[in-house]
């Protein structure tokens, strides 16, 4: 190879070296201009997650919860907080089923953002393992418990049954259905024309007499009923089958 020639590849070589360094160069100061332009915004994942863990922390009390944060905008550009966010329910916010959090930076750039979020609060509740016609007597054989997500059933269910023992369907329900305060009617314990029981109490002592009832009545409902010994019209709580208590 000529000494001129060797001259030109020589100095060819140079200039590239050069400009792979200015690639280089240039390529690091765009990703640190992107590193400064991210360190400028607050991220969507500690927003996120501190609307996550103000909902865990307000409602610890419930038995089991399940929340999904929805995304955020990939667009929204708020500025990095210097102080701790601070999280709040919005002014009549439900604490169940879909709900708003509220987000909110008190730095020296405020700003506040609500994120939209699925508070799921699960229960045992009652589901009926058989299919039942009108007038059926609610037993426990009846019923199995279940964990269901109840938020969104606005407090048509029932997680104790034992109140409801006794209780008759006012209609036919299938098999598989949530069993429901409004299903039931309490069973008729006195009827029109029955003689029944005057309990009447003062002091401790306490008085029993006959009477006649004048209306059906079911556990805990105020009935008029006449007595029969002095033929006065009273009224009384049904207490039990065929005894009122008289107020």
Not at 168 to 197: C, D, H, W, Y
Request: proline share 2%; with cysteine; charged share 25%.
């Amino acid at each position: 190879m000529s000494t001129k020639l060797f001259k030109n590849v020589k100095k060819v070589t140079s200039l590239f070296a050069v400009f792979l360094l200015f690639i280089f160069v240039e390529q690091g100061s765009v990703y640190a201009v992107d590193n400064n332009q991210a360190n400028k915004y607050q991220s969507n994942d500690s927003i996120k997650e501190m609307a996550n863990n103000f909902i865990q922390r307000e409602l610890q009390d419930t038995d089991s919860l399940e929340v999904e944060i929805k995304a955020l905008d990939n667009r929204l550009k708020l500025a990095a907080c210097e102080k701790p966010l601070s999280a709040f329910w919005p002014t009549g916010m439900r604490k169940s089923g879909y709900a708003s959090i509220g987000i909110s930076c008190t730095g020296s750039r405020p700003w506040k953002v609500f994120v939209s979020a699925y508070i799921g609060v699960v229960k045992e509740i009652a589901v009926l393992k058989q299919a039942v016609s009108r007038g059926t007597v609610l037993s426990s054989s009846m019923v199995q418990m279940r964990a269901m997500d109840i938020s969104r059933l606005n407090g048509h269910y029932v997680t104790d049954i034992n109140s409801l023992l006794g209780y008759r369907f006012r209609s036919a329900n299938g098999r598989e259905k949530l069993l429901q305060p409004g299903m039931l009617q309490a069973s008729k314990m006195i009827r029109r024309g029955e003689s029944v029981t005057l309990l009447a109490e003062a002091g401790g002592i306490q008085v029993k007499t006959n009477g006649k009832a004048l209306a059906d009545g079911e556990q805990g409902r105020v009935i008029k009923v006449r007595n029969m010994k002095s033929n006065r019209i009273v009224e009384g709580e049904v207490v039990a089958k065929g005894i009122v208590r008289v107020r």
